[in-house]
């Protein structure tokens, strides 16, 4: 008998691991379960995985685990508490390059938490290939308290024989070591240093979760190679997270995205998950999310991580009364106060409530508002405001009985001498002001193309919904949002990062850049034949990008005859801002559709209508926004010769030289996104490196745009 596959993702938060079983073929929820995080055990959070593992695949029953994935704070929570590891500084050179490198001694004074600086050691290395002066370096180290060794060489991006040479004898030692430039391939040593010593500094506890809940994962008869999501949100496999743990740093929010970027079909607007305490905000543009370099111990590193911004206000925020005035909502929350939401107490116990001020801890202000009944206290939370005034969608997981909502908020309504539901309505106007300061912030600075609003986590409907509606923009809660970061993990992608800085990159040079980040997805177990790599040239910082995606199974499972086309067109309508689409081009993986209509925005007004084009996938998904774009169709034989005179003819020059459209192109199950190279014959040579192993008849779909 064959056993149905089903896709595990399990989310380590701080207080709960949530585990979910998805099916493979459907993506459909089969399964969820919440265990206590297990921080106090000996084998820490290695145990309540294990436990989540067995009580979800217990609830499931028979079923092939063919993916496995988990994300954990356990990285960002020892960075942000100073609970790292001694990491021991490996200089490497002689003459200015050993001035350098003792320069980084001072990584020693940052501060990951308050009164916990990141513990340094130091030695030089005159000769990397000395043995014996090598050993003699990781010996001084080691007498001095160092668990980890740093192997540090200015310009070993360039070649790195050096820091290998160290590295190969600490690990022959039986130590735990790492090289910059196993980090990063980028410029900057203080910065890649920086960042290898952060990544050294957690190596330790992350390496020995990690063999934990590797063999606690066997234990359990699970074959399927076990995946750890990314800051990025991606997830990478277990042997890149045991050399890169730094990696995983700040993947909480990452996850989320992942399950509203695969889960939810969110192609182009901003995500916001919102917990108890705080909403996390990020976007999602053209199908993709949004990365950036993280800042960490007050410093930028060359971690990539996804561009997260938090605001401190979520489902349990506390409202904070002056006199008649309702101040603030948050920081402070029902959790941190250690009171129950008055929304979900039943309404009798609320019978002849009063309102008091009380101060959550010691140094807070005594203004947040709490009610005082004959039962105790509870806390008047935005949640409360939001079931109150009738927001909350009945299946929401924030939902509440109306009729206690409103008593919630009845006596507060008194007090500022308005109805219970023009009070919910000042409360929710005020909370969600800084969430809307950010929203617009990210919606000016990425341009989005008909932005949606997605709200995950489980005090989502007290944020999204009135904020989308106060926006005038479409929203709507992330099914399961209470375990959309479990659900995250279990649907997301292999993912890899190559960065270097190339002056004067030639053609080979690109094309080996995007190799290296196509064979690591790869190696790390994605199907080769549905990777994609998007690649970015940035001549000023001569920098060179590849990230490439890919599945650990290729997506073969045909969802098309159950996709309403006619809900599709009309949201791409929606978003394109008429009433009305046409097809363009359709391939056995994807759908064209497009119409004339103005650019998004203000400025949009005054400039003629371009064409707005829409790619769908088979499964429904807008995975593709084009702006004034020209959709050519052709062949992969055909192709370079098409393609070559279409990019001569949409390159634009100007002051500051040739600009070339921006590309993406159709390939069987991929879409190529080469938007971010300029020249022409940069991008000619990626687009013959695209359709090299392609064959000659094999439909391809061109969508150009024209650079503004």
């Known amino acids: 008998m064959t056993l149905p596959k089903i896709r595990v993702g399990i989310d380590v938060g701080g207080t709960f691991t949530d585990a979910v079983a998805v099916d493979a073929a459907t993506y459909a929820l089969l399964g969820q379960v919440k265990v206590p995080t297990s921080h106090d ?9 294990l436990t989540a593992l067995e009580q979800l695949l217990a609830q499931v029953g028979e079923a092939e685990v063919s993916f496995l994935a988990h994300g954990t704070t356990q990285a960002t929570n020892a960075l942000l508490e100073g609970d790292v590891a001694v990491v021991g500084i490996a200089g490497i ?4 390059d050993a001035f350098a490198t003792r320069r980084l001694a001072a990584l020693g004074r940052t501060e990951l938490a308050p009164g916990r600086r990141l513990p340094v050691r130091f030695a030089s290395v005159r000769d990397a290939g000395d043995p014996v002066r090598v050993k003699e370096a990781i010996a001084r180290l080691t007498g001095d308290g160092a668990e980890v060794v740093v192997a540090v060489e200015p310009f070993s991006v360039d070649d790195p024989a050096g820091e290998r040479a160290v590295i190969a004898a600490v690990r022959e030692q039986g130590l735990l070591g790492t090289a910059t430039h196993e980090i990063t391939g980028l410029y900057g040593l203080t910065r890649r240093a920086r960042t290898a010593v952060l990544n050294a500094g957690i190596m330790p506890r992350m390496v020995a979760t990690a063999d934990l809940v590797d063999r606690s994962v066997t234990r359990a008869g699970i074959s399927a190679p076990l995946m750890v999501m990314r800051g990025d949100g991606g997830v990478m496999s277990l042997p890149e997270m045991r050399r890169r743990p730094l990696l995983t740093a700040l993947s909480g929010p990452a996850a989320g995205v992942a399950g509203a970027l695969m889960g939810e079909q ?65 920081p402070r929350s029902a959790h941190i106060a250690g009171l129950p939401y008055a929304c979900f107490a039943d309404a009798a116990a609320l019978a002849g409530a009063t309102v008091e001020s009380v101060a959550p801890r010691p140094d807070d202000p005594a203004d947040y508002v709490v009610l005082s009944t004959k039962d105790g206290r509870f806390a008047v939370t935005l949640t ?16 509440a009985d109306p009729e206690a909502a409103r008593l919630a908020l009845a006596p507060l309504a008194a007090v500022l001498n308005l109805s219970v539901a023009d009070a919910a309505r000042a409360v929710l106007t005020q909370a969600v002001k800084p969430v809307r300061e950010v929203v617009d912030t990210l919606l000016r600075d ?24 106060s926006m005038d923009l479409p929203w709507r809660i992330a099914a399961h949002s209470e375990v959309i970061s479990p659900l995250g993990a279990a649907l997301a992608l292999v993912r890899e990062s190559v960065e270097r800085i190339i002056p004067g990159a030639s053609n080979e040079d690109i094309l080996a850049v995007r190799t290296a980040a196509e064979t690591a997805v790869v190696e790390q177990g994605a199907d080769p034949a549905g990777v994609e790599v998007d690649v970015t040239v940035d001549p000023r910082r ?87 774009a020209h959709v050519e169709s052709t062949t992969a034989g055909e192709a370079p010769t098409v393609l070559a005179a279409l990019v001569a003819e949409h390159t634009r020059v100007g002051d500051g030289g040739s600009r070339a459209p921006a590309v993406w192109l159709l390939v069987g199950p991929k879409i190529a996104d080469l938007s971010g190279v300029l020249a022409t014959d940069q991008l000619l040579a990626l687009i013959g490196a695209e359709l090299r192993a392609r064959s000659s008849d094999e439909p391809v779909v061109a969508i150009l745009e024209d650079r503004r």
Do not use: K
């Open 446 to 469: 990425y341009r989005l193309d008909g932005p949606a609003l997605v709200g995950g986590g489980g005090g989502a409907a007290a944020v999204t919904p009135f904020l989308g509606d």
């Open 542 to 628: 001569n920098l060179v990008r590849a990230v490439a995606t890919g599945a650990t199974e290729l997506r073969t499972r045909d969802r098309a005859a159950t996709v309403d086309w006619a809900a599709v067109r009309a949201e791409v309508a929606r978003s394109t801002g008429v009433d009305e689409v046409e097809d363009i081009v359709s391939t056995p993986r994807y759908r064209v559709f497009g119409a004339m209509a103005r650019r998004p925005g203000l400025l949009g007004r005054f400039t003629p209508a371009v064409r707005q084009v829409r790619v769908v996938d088979q499964e429904g998904v807008v995975r593709l926004h084009a702006t004034g």
């Open 384 to 399: 409360c405001a939001a079931n109150a005034l009738g927001v909350v969608p009945a299946d929401a997981y924030a939902h």
């Open 41 to 49: 055990h000996d084998d820490g959070v290695a145990f309540g995985i």
């Open 266 to 330: 969110l192609s182009e607007g901003v995500f916001l998950e919102t917990g108890g305490t705080s909403t996390d905000i990020s976007v999602v543009r053209r199908g993709r999310v949004q990365v950036r370099h993280a800042h960490l111990g007050g410093h930028e590193t060359y971690l990539p991580a996804l561009d997260v911004r938090t605001v401190g206000l979520g489902g349990g925020s506390m409202i904070r009364l002056q006199g008649t005035t309702i101040v603030g909502v948050g």
């Open 93 to 96: 050179g002689t003459g200015f």
